[in-house]
Antibody, heavy 119, light 111 residues
Framework: QLQLQESGSGLVKPSQTLSLTCAVS??????????WSWIRQPPGKGLEWIGY???????YYNPSLKSRVTISVDRSKNQFSLKLSSVTAADTAVYYC???????????WGQGTLVTVSS | QSVLTQPPSVSAAPGQKVTISCSGS????????VSWYQQLPGTAPKLLIY???KRPSGIPDRFSGSKSGTSATLGITGLQTGDEADYYC????????????FGTGTKVTVL
């Protein structure tokens, strides 16, 4: 059974960079046809897709966040990472990593990690 | 600002049926696959429906999906207290601001 687990700092100061990692177990991040995504959910609000990466390293970002987002993959560690720069309070959210399948569905999700932006 | 519109809430008694609509446009639902997610309180979303109407292994047939034009619908029959959750539709948007998009979310309450 594929499992995803987020880790990283839960508290980030305004203007700094948020960094999270998603460890994938029970399967290879290099499996063909899948992409690996980050999705966030501000407290009490809906879901917002941040971006995804293929095992090849190809990325695709939400246009509204593109200037601040970097997603990278480490195939040797079977994990992928998110960096979001110049954060503000509006970036406070639960951040989820997820696998995106062939038909655009997000079929496996991590449990999520709350990141708070505050001084 | 989500491009997919859902009703904020729906409710019904145990055993009854509810339907949740997801309204979009030709740049998203009209030309892409729709998926549905269930988010129980305090947990991560869970895939319920993909490819408009297919259920992953382990999802009971009480959950069904359909798509017509630029709208999609999730149906839940034989409503149970454990179905009380937030439900989101999702798809790809092929407009200038292309990317994965989610609906506004619907809270299902079992009366």
């Amino acid at each position: 059974q594929l499992q995803l687990q987020e880790s990283g700092s839960g508290l980030v100061k305004p203007s700094q960079t948020l960094s999270l990692t998603c460890a994938v177990s029970g399967g290879s991040i290099s499996s063909g046809g899948y992409s690996w995504s980050w999705i966030r959910q501000p407290p009490g609000k809906g879901l917002e897709w941040i971006g995804y990466i293929y095992h090849s390293g190809s990325t695709y970002y939400n246009p509204s966040l593109k200037s601040r987002v970097t997603i990278s993959v480490d195939r040797s560690k079977n994990q992928f990472s998110l960096k979001l720069s110049s954060v503000t309070a509006a970036d406070t959210a639960v951040y989820y990593c997820a696998r995106r399948g062939w038909l655009q569905e997000f079929d496996y999700w991590g449990q999520g990690t709350l990141v708070t932006v505050s001084s | 600002q989500s491009v997919l519109t859902q009703p904020p809430s729906v409710s019904a008694a145990p055993g009854q049926k509810v339907t949740i609509s997801c309204s979009g446009s030709s740049s998203n639902i009209g030309n892409n696959y729709v998926s549905w997610y269930q988010q129980l309180p305090g947990t991560a979303p869970k895939l319920l429906i993909y490819d408009n109407n297919k259920r992953p292994s382990g999802i009971p047939d009480r959950f069904s999906g359909s798509k017509s034009g630029t709208s999609a619908t999730l149906g839940i029959t034989g409503l149970q207290t454990g179905d009380e959750a937030d439900y989101y539709c999702g798809t790809w948007d092929s407009s200038l601001s292309a990317g994965a998009v989610f609906g506004t979310g619907t809270k299902v309450t079992v009366l």
